[in-house]
T-cell receptor, first 115, second 116 residues
């Protein structure tokens, strides 16, 4: 029972390089989210998706792009990495809406360092 | 716009004592859900408890309970009989509907340390 799987777990990039973080879930969830976690700032929502083929901006979308071509996968791309994007990235998935008590299920995170 | 505030960056509690972690929120949605998550030093996010905006009773889950005051827009987490394993970061989160289009946003977190 894999749940939410993020790859890679660690990555070091040089400024200006690009990369894609992959999130895969096997729970048939409609909703998927990408967050970044920085000290003292909690988890901030980058982008999210409420279904296959749809994406929406979160709180801090600049410098990132996403795609949800398949329901089970949610990709986060950095086209030109900057040191400010050094962070721990979490993917989460969930089902239901509003008052539904379905919690988010999180991956184990990706630690990204941009030098 | 939605916003979650957790005003306690760090808290200490004696083992076996109860502790309250504060959470206030702001939303224009009529229907929303509030969640608490725990993040131990190992880094994983662990779901603790949920409160729906239309729930009349405060949520409880084992040693965790939620003090929900809708008019004040607060959803404080109460941990009873603290254990050493409760030392962790705690995040309050909110999921909205309609105007928020199912965004789930988090507060900055509170670091809880349980003292033996």
């Amino acid at each position: 029972n894999a749940g939410v799987t993020q790859t890679p777990k660690f990555r070091v990039l040089k400024t200006g390089q690009s990369m894609t973080l992959l999130c895969a879930q096997d729970m048939n969830h409609e909703y998927m989210y990408w967050y970044r976690q920085d000290p003292g700032m909690g988890l901030r929502l980058i982008h999210y998706s409420v279904g296959e083929g749809t994406t929406a901006k979160g709180e801090v979308p600049d410098g990132y792009n996403v795609s949800r071509l398949k329901k089970q996968n949610f990709l986060l791309g950095l086209e030109s990495a900057a040191p400010s994007q050094t962070s721990v990235y979490f993917c989460a998935s969930g089902d239901g809406q509003g008052d539904d008590n379905s919690p988010l299920h999180f991956g184990n995170g990706t630690r990204l360092t941009v030098t | 716009a939605q916003k979650i505030t957790q005003t306690q960056p760090g808290m200490f509690v004696q083992e076996k004592e109860a502790v309250t972690l504060d959470c206030t929120y702001d939303t224009s949605d009529q229907s929303y859900g509030l969640f608490w998550y725990k993040q131990p030093s190992s880094g994983e996010m662990i779901f603790l408890i949920y409160q729906g905006s239309y729930d009349e009773q405060n949520a409880t889950e084992g040693r965790y309970s939620l003090n929900f005051q809708k008019a004040r827009k607060s959803a404080n987490l109460v941990i009873s009989a603290s254990q050493l394993g409760d030392s962790a970061m705690y995040f309050c989160a909110m999921r909205g509907l309609k105007t928020s289009y199912d965004k789930v946003i988090f507060g900055p977190g509170t670091s809880l340390s349980v003292i033996p």
